[in-house]
């Protein structure tokens, strides 16, 4: 299990992205789903650093650790307010972009992309876990 911690802050989501798609590529996924997984990623990430501290500083972590399935879970954590993205209702992507709530198309991306994904809230952290799996 590998971990990186940061300053939730614009200037470090390349390092936290990067080291993701270091641990995912070791898991063996090939150049599209690391593409994806860095799609999944970025979403989650900029999320936290955009509201997960409203008016103050925070830092948000990275841990990567093998699925049991074989594949990657990334957990994406920080000591924000208390969010689950996963409480968001499903967009109505068949609506006209005028007609759309703004908001949640980070959430469905995600969910799309990766196998797995999981919310909760643990010690004060939001924990955000997300499964890739390697196809066979």
Do not use: W
Request: hydrophobic share 40%; net charge neutral.
């Amino acid at each position: 299990m590998e971990r990186i911690e940061r300053p939730a802050t614009r200037e470090h989501l390349e390092t936290l992205i990067d080291f993701a798609l270091r641990c995912a590529e070791t898991e063996g996924f090939d150049k599209e789903t690391l593409g994806q997984i860095r799609l999944a990623c970025e979403e989650a990430l900029v999320n936290v650093v955009s509201y997960a501290y409203p008016g103050k500083e925070g830092t948000v972590a990275v841990r990567c650790s093998p699925a049991l399935a074989g594949g990657i879970i990334i957990e994406i954590s920080d000591q924000g307010i208390p969010f689950d993205p996963l409480s968001l209702p499903v967009p109505d992507t068949a609506l006209p972009m005028e007609k759309r709530k703004i908001g949640g198309l980070g959430i469905h991306l995600i969910r799309r992309i990766m196998d797995d994904v999981r919310y909760q809230r643990v010690d004060g952290r939001n924990v955000f876990a997300l499964t890739k799996l390697l196809k066979k």
